[in-house]
């Protein structure tokens, strides 16, 4: 039965009681506690809980939620759309309540909990809405059982989104297109963290077709970027006080791979863009980490020496 009716049965039951027979205040209190109780127990049965990694994100990043849904009916569970609905809705809403952007429903495959356990489900919502401009959102999901006879709700989450400027930019044109896009490398500080994030913008629009966080970064050494004649973008940082890292992103956002460097006997690696128009990283020494486990496995321990030697 749906908490609504719960609710209006409860309240009916104790005015006919209260409106039948004379009952104490403090019979009538212990009454009204055990129907809300009961109704708490209905409301209960499924319980969904969101979550987000980190709640201020730059613009375009993927805004990542996990959703816990835990079955507490006693029974098995199945989630499944019914009709045009889907068992799962995400709600998002800019400052001030009006509501975002949504570019599509979700459409989630059904789902099967058994009695008494959870599912844990990731959301980006960059995926479901508009939510590239900068600005306050808040976020809630809710779930839908039994062909839409309940729905269940989860908290709500308060997340913020924001632009940088960059420290680096380059545009470019799309090989047998009109479409321009621009590259960007910015760098980001939170939580006595700094962080280097990289962005492919469609120029004709301004927004971010495309963010990335590339990871930690120390900035006592300057970040370099570059671009190669096939469009792809080197970024070049400093990630730890021992390494250098060298990361590729293509011209559509997608990361192509990272490798670590070490300074060599010319001093930092740095990127080089050759006659060619291939870029590459100079000066550096290319850190082998396989090579680095095996060298690391036949250093002896000092526990390893004999325990006596003898002349």
């Known amino acids: 039965m749906p908490h609504t009716a719960w609710l209006h049965l409860s309240s009916k039951i104790a005015w006919d009681m209260n409106r039948e027979c004379a009952i104490s205040k403090q019979t009538w209190n212990s009454l009204w506690a055990m129907l809300l109780f009961l109704v708490s127990m209905v409301e209960a049965q499924v319980a969904i809980g969101i979550a987000m990694p980190q709640n201020q994100l730059v613009a375009g990043e993927a805004a990542l939620v996990k959703c816990t849904i835990t079955n507490q009916t006693g029974s098995n569970l199945l989630l499944s759309n019914s009709g045009q609905l889907p068992w799962l809705e995400v ?49 809630s999901v809710f779930v839908r059982t039994g062909d839409n006879e309940n729905a269940y709700s989860s908290n709500s989450i308060l997340f913020h989104t924001i632009t940088l400027r960059p420290d680096w930019s380059s545009k470019f044109s799309i090989a047998g297109t009109k479409d321009t896009r621009e590259f960007r490398m910015m760098n980001f500080t939170s939580n006595k963290q700094t962080m280097i994030y990289v962005q492919v913008i469609d120029s004709k629009t301004g927004n971010s077709l495309q963010t990335l966080n590339l990871g930690k970064a120390l900035l006592f050494r300057k970040p370099q970027a570059a671009i190669d004649k ?28 990272r490798d670590l460097y070490t300074p060599g006997a010319g001093g930092d ?27 690391k496995s036949k250093i002896r321990k000092l526990s390893d020496r004999p325990r006596y030697t003898y002349n």
Not at 118 to 129: E, G, Q, R
Not at 234 to 248: C, G, I, K, Q, S
């Open 230 to 257: 096939q469009q792809i973008m080197h970024v070049l940082y400093l990630a730890t006080p021992e390494f250098f890292l060298y990361a590729r992103i293509d011209n559509k956002g997608r990361y192509l791979g």
């Open 269 to 295: 690696p740095s990127l080089m863009t050759f006659a060619d128009g291939s870029v590459k990283v100079a000066s550096g020494i290319k850190f082998d980490a396989d090579a680095a486990l095996k060298q």
């Open 91 to 139: 709600n998002v809403t800019r400052s001030g309540g009006q509501p975002a952007t949504q570019s599509q429903r979700p459409n989630p495959a059904p789902v099967q909990i058994p009695a008494g356990q959870a599912v844990a489900k990731t959301i980006d919502l960059n995926s479901l809405y508009n939510i590239r401009e900068a600005g306050t959102y808040r976020v």
